[in-house]
């Protein structure tokens, strides 16, 4: 309408009379907000005001409705796609399982020959109300809306009575809230829904109405292709064994030589009695149980809790494990088999043994008799308890316990991982080590307890006990080592470790003895040994005639005897044919020029057996090159579950900013010293293996160091270098990333006792007493490298292992002593030899 005026208003051919009307019907329009979308008139009305032209109806497509279309398509497309990508995301996500496995036991229903059959009413039904119980536990969870189902494998018998229950259970949630699934809370629901009561004092509570031991459920995650396995269909290797019959052998024996290997096998023997397994030989890929492995479950199903042994490389010497009831689960698994993977091996129904026993002593400074580990020779098994009173025949005899391969020290704050001993009423921790120790108790009447740590089997362990005077330990004409060991006089101070701790060999005086000396003449064997025992050489004159070997020396080809430690890789041919310095292979790094905490920058290239260990991409240990695949490095630096995984290590070779090394390659297998103790640092060692060898293009960057000669002895006061990519100072937070290097002393093994104590034959130390340069955090694993003068070779010494702080005064760095671990490397690293 307003348009029509304005034209109206615009015809010149209208007449004056016209023009109030058009007043008006201007004042009636410019009436504001009565039309929408129209501005208000900006100027008051009356006011005279230029004729405007009349506007033309603006058309649909302008410019400004074209953006308000654009934008809204904009907006509708926005929403479709988020909506879309949400559903898509929500889809996806729930396609994660978890898996959980585990057991338990119901004590008020009997165990009926028909649950062995998969098939049977009676298993089927017995299994519909476990899941019903199962079912309604989790559906009233906080975790009701992630459970799936759970399936119920196997009831069994056992030898605590009723029926012994394993289920798995499945979850199934978005893939970003896996992180709130915790294994705890999963098996503390379970827990939790046990009604237990006070008043009865026993650990059997109801779950749903079903009676069950609260001590005997378990819960952990599981692994979806266990769960496959043990629910899917059989693959040919799974398969249950019976053994219903004492005395007899049950072979368990496979093999592939290619394609896979997966099986589990479920043993079972009758009521009230254990099964023993014995494997003779594996054949497995040796990777840390990455790809390969052997497990032995206390279980019918995977439980992690239940792992009583994992063996994860190949192997030819018998090793026999017991459960701790009628069951036990071996699982072998080789998924890509190369070459010959599979096992020999036996089981047996073996009666449950009690460990307790009250021994009268009689002999006096001998060994009468033996006490064993449980089920010795076989590993014994977890959560064991033994007790043993030894009684002497006199109040002035004390029990001494030689134990061979195993000490027991006071227990420290840290638990023990190797079995608890109580000693009338003073705790010890035991550890594995490679040599015998003696352990005296000054006392007629000895109680000892032994519980056997809870986690894993224990390899056996054999004790001589034998009575002891307590006011002379040792036979006249002895010494009484550190190791509890008594040994004659006349092998103190003879340059060899008797005492295998070595205390026979501190605080020696050394004068060599002149020629015509009786001593001379006592030892005869010292002759012609290829090293000069006195002063004018003559032992060692007119050695024509070849001696005997002894364990002390080393055998030439043609069969004439030197001292071990000083004739074998010493770079000095001591034998007529040369076989000393056979296959001592290790370059001489040339680009040495005389030129950590206390170090300084070292220069590109100096120390090319260096390496580098990232663990998930950050520097955490140095290690040294030994070979084209293999490191050496510390055990520590492996320590834990995590840890000692090798997939999320990396090794960094011919590298001097951190970050830029030559050459990076994952670490296909980390191999930590057996004995290596995590409370002492004793046997601090490791070997890694590379997954990828370093090419022989980078040998200008990377070359191997020299392992020393077995039981290679030092010299203190000689200077060597440590070197790594660690904190430079002790209150840093972070390491250099320059290489460093510092020069240190080798110390007195005698010194560094007195320093810390605790200082094993295992160890040595090299700093400098002022303090200021040392090796420190971030260091560890890297090496201690000394210049053989003879020479000019570089030998790994020591590897970077523990210290009081960095750089303190009177507190030297404590490294690992390679000399004593040579045929252990030789173990694995043959091509050294
Ligand atoms: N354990 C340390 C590490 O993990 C090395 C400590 C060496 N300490 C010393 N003061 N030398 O890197």
């Not at 396995?229 to 053994?243: E, I, M, P, T």
Request: glycine fraction near 6%; proline fraction near 5%.
């Amino acid at each position: 309408m307003r348009q029509k005026m304005d034209n109206e208003k615009n015809d010149p051919s209208c007449k004056s009379s016209d023009l109030k009307i058009s007043n008006i019907s201007i004042q009636v329009v410019s009436v504001p907000g009565k039309l929408p979308g129209r501005r208000p008139p900006r100027k008051p009305i009356g006011k005279p005001r230029p004729r405007k032209q009349p506007k033309k109806r603006a058309p649909f497509w302008n410019v400004q409705n074209k953006i308000i279309l654009f934008t809204a398509f904009l907006f509708i497309l926005a929403v479709t796609a988020w909506t879309l990508l949400w559903l898509y995301i929500s889809k996806t996500e729930s396609k994660d399982a978890f898996y959980f496995v585990g057991m338990f036991r119901i004590t008020n229903i009997e165990f009926l020959p028909e649950y062995r059959q998969k098939e049977s009413r009676e298993f089927l039904s017995m299994a519909k109300t476990v899941q019903q119980v199962v079912n309604l536990v989790y559906t009233t969870s906080a975790f009701s809306k992630f459970y799936k189902q759970s399936v119920v494998a196997d009831v069994s018998s056992n030898n605590k009575g009723g029926l012994l229950v394993h289920f798995w259970i499945v979850f199934v949630m978005p893939h970003a809230k896996g992180h709130i699934f915790c294994e705890e809370c999963v098996a503390a629901i379970l827990k939790d829904s046990i009604q237990t009561s006070i008043i009865n004092r026993t650990s059997v509570g109801s779950l749903q109405g079903l009676a069950v031991d609260m001590d005997s459920v378990v819960l952990n995650a599981g692994l979806r292709s266990d769960y496959s396995s043990a629910v899917g269909s059989d693959n040919g290797c799974s398969r249950y064994l019976y053994a219903d019959h004492l005395t007899l052998r049950y072979p368990l024996e496979i093999s592939a030589t290619s394609g896979q290997l997966m099986c589990h096998f479920k043993l079972v023997a009758i009521v009230g009695y254990l099964i023993r397994l014995s494997i003779e030989s594996i054949q497995l890929e040796a990777d840390n149980c990455i790809t390969d492995s052997l497990t032995v479950y206390d279980s019918l199903l995977p439980i992690r809790s239940a792992i009583l042994y994992r063996i994860c490389e190949p192997t030819r010497t018998l090793m026999s494990f017991v459960s701790t009831n009628n069951l036990m689960l071996v699982t072998l698994k080789s998924p890509y088999v190369r070459r010959l993977a599979g096992i020999r091996a036996y089981f047996e129904v073996i009666p449950e043994q009690k460990c307790e026993s009250t021994i009268l002593v009689k002999e006096i400074n001998s060994f009468e008799g033996k006490i064993s580990s449980p089920y010795y020779p076989s590993y014994y098994p977890p959560k064991c308890k033994c007790t043993w009173t030894f009684q002497t025949s006199l109040s002035t005899l004390g029990i001494a316990l030689k134990f061979y391969n195993y000490s027991i020290t006071k227990k420290s704050a840290k638990g023990c991982e190797h079995g608890w001993w109580e000693i009338n009423e003073h705790m010890y921790c035991g550890s594995y080590m490679d040599h015998e120790t003696i352990f005296r108790v000054p006392s007629p009447l000895v109680h000892i307890q032994l519980q056997c740590s809870s986690r894993l089997s224990d390899k056996p362990l054999l004790v001589e006990y034998g009575g002891y005077n307590i006011s002379q330990p040792c036979p006249a004409g002895s010494f009484r080592c550190s190791s509890g060991l008594c040994v004659p006089q006349a092998q103190r101070c003879d340059g060899v470790n008797d005492c295998f701790d070595e205390s026979d060999e501190l605080f020696c005086v050394t004068v060599k003895p002149a020629c015509n000396s009786s001593i001379f003449r006592q030892h005869g064997p010292l002759v012609c040994d290829g090293f000069r025992d006195c002063e004018d050489g003559q032992d060692e004159q007119n050695c024509t005639r070849s001696i005997p070997c002894t364990s002390r020396t080393f055998k030439c080809g043609n069969d004439i005897c030197f001292r071990k430690q000083n004739a074998q890789c010493d770079g000095i041919v001591d034998c007529p044919d040369g076989s000393d310095e056979e296959g001592c292979g290790c370059s001489r790094s040339s680009s040495f020029l005389h030129r950590i905490v206390g170090g300084s920058d070292s220069q590109e290239g100096t120390w090319p057996w260096q390496v580098s260990l990232h663990f998930v991409g950050s520097a955490y240990c140095g290690a040294s090159v030994i070979s084209r695949e293999w490191l050496l490095s510390a055990a520590h630096c492996f320590h834990g579950n995590r840890l000692s995984d090798p997939t999320p290590w990396t090794a960094h070779l011919g590298m001097y900013v951190q970050g830029n090394a030559k050459f990076v390659s994952p670490v296909r297998r980390i191999v930590v010293h057996e004995y290596y103790n995590s409370q002492t640092f004793d046997y601090d060692i490791a070997l890694l293996q590379l997954s990828i060898a370093w090419p022989e293009t980078l040998k200008q960057l990377i070359q191997p160091i020299c392992i020393p000669p077995a039981g290679q002895k030092v010299r203190s006061g000689e200077k060597c270098w440590v070197t790594g990519w660690g904190r430079r100072h002790e209150t840093d937070s972070k390491g250099s990333p320059v290489l460093q290097q510092a020069e240190v002393e080798l110390i007195d093994q005698t010194v560094c006792v007195s320093t810390y104590g605790i200082i094993t034959s295992r160890m040595l130390c090299a700093g400098v007493m002022s303090g200021k340069s040392d090796a420190c955090k971030g260091d560890s694993g890297g090496p201690l490298s000394c210049r053989r003068k003879s020479d000019g070779k570089w030998i790994l010494t020591g590897i970077v292992s523990w210290g009081h702080g960095c750089g303190r005064p009177n507190f030297p760095g404590v490294y690992t002593r390679v000399s004593n671990f040579v045929p252990w490397i030789h173990k694995y690293v043959p091509s050294l030899l």
